[in-house]
């Protein structure tokens, strides 16, 4: 990922559509968009991103100072690391504003926290100005990708396929699912990844049957499938996909199961394109389910949009009437859960184009036994 002016360009234009004078960022995923700066942010939620029609200023500490002014050189972005609070530079923008308008619109995100919204009120008391709460504002502009981001996800997705094809080779039976988990994940730092876009699931048997299970002791056994749930960072940015394999030769129930799966993330996946809802992709796979004898047993989503974070909007959920646009990244991953037996899903993630949809994952869709 790298500094893109046309996300501030986009920012301004939101905000003059929703007639806010000064936009307060306090998302760190929100402020890593806006600026496209790359390997400087952590986990620590030290800085506050202020833009105004002519100014966007990173306010951070001396931790972070010097390595994002290197990162800001040949931007339109200041970075400033004075010791104080976030709301002088707040207050900054807010003077500069009152200028131009009898009585200030700032924008704050609706994930700041209580205490912090507190502060500002009583910082700001005095002054002409309105707070604005703005649920997904950032996010929403979010949700179409640039060829960059789609770059860096088909990047951290090829990290993804390459651990993959060395974890099938190395899995035996009686591993537990911790070992498998451990070593799927030295894989993919071996491959090139940064960081892992989220805690690996490794589950079998009856356990796989919980689509976020904790890998454990449970040790692979003949007959069972396990499900692998993982993915890199690379560039800021995340991949996602889940494979299922098979220990020993499946029961025929599970291979009518895998049978399904596999039959409602193709059908899926060559229908998506712009212009259907995401209600409408999932409503789709659960007819598969239904059609194949498994209805009512995935119990989630089909999908989830991926970026920066592991889950970004839009949806492939029942509950997402919008339509799709060129530029959504979005996950295909249709499961089977019967408690007590077993569970399994397959999952690809890939952007959607004006007709068509661009899987970045590679890794085969057929049958992968483990002897």
């Not at 899995?171 to 993919?188: I, K, W």
């Not at 876009?197 to 002791?217: N, R």
């Not at 060129?326 to 037996?341: D, F, Q, R, S």
Request: with cysteine; glycine share 8%.
């Amino acid at each position: 990922m790298a500094h893109n002016p046309e996300r501030l360009s986009r920012l301004r234009d939101a905000m003059r559509k929703q007639g806010i004078d000064v936009l307060y960022i306090r998302g760190l995923s929100n402020i890593a968009w806006a600026t496209g700066f790359e390997r400087v942010f952590d986990d620590e939620p030290a800085h506050a991103l202020v833009i105004d029609a002519e100014h966007c200023v990173l306010h951070t500490d001396s931790r972070y100072f010097d390595a994002l002014a290197a990162a800001a050189q040949g931007t339109q972005i200041e970075v400033d690391g004075s010791r104080q609070a976030h709301s002088a530079l707040l207050r900054v923008a807010i003077d500069a504003a009152k200028a131009q308008a009898e009585r200030v619109q700032v924008g704050i995100e609706d994930s700041l926290s209580l205490a912090e919204f507190r502060a500002l009120e009583r910082s700001f008391a005095d002054e002409p100005l309105e707070f604005t709460e703005l649920s997904g504002f950032v996010e929403a502009l979010r949700q179409v990708k640039d060829e960059s981001e789609i770059a860096a996800m088909k990047k951290a997705q090829s990290i993804t396929d390459a651990a993959f094809a060395k974890i099938v080779e190395y899995m035996e039976p009686g591993m537990t699912e911790r070992e498998v988990q451990l070593q799927l994940d030295s894989y993919m730092f071996e491959e090139g990844a940064e960081g892992l876009a989220f805690g690996t699931i490794v589950a079998t048997g009856a356990h796989a049957a919980s689509p976020h299970a904790i890998p454990g002791e449970t040790k692979l056994a003949p007959g069972d499938a396990v499900v692998m749930d993982f993915g890199a960072r690379y560039a800021g940015y995340c991949s996602d996909m889940t494979r299922t394999v098979f220990v020993g030769q499946p029961s025929e129930e599970v291979c009518r199961a895998y049978a399904a799966i596999r039959r409602a993330n193709e059908e899926c996946e060559a229908m998506l394109r712009t212009g259907l809802t995401g209600a409408e992709v999932h409503e789709h796979a659960e007819a598969v389910l239904e059609e194949e004898g498994f209805g009512g047993a995935m119990g989630h989503s089909l999908g989830h949009s991926v970026g920066i974070d592991i889950h970004e909007a839009p949806n492939l959920s029942p509950r997402n009437p919008s339509k799709l646009e060129a530029g959504n990244v979005v996950t295909v991953e249709p499961g089977i859960y019967l408690p007590g037996k077993f569970g399994m899903r397959l999952e690809d993630f890939g952007v959607v184009r004006a007709g068509s949809y661009e899987a970045f994952t590679q890794s085969t869709h057929e049958m992968i036994i483990i002897s």
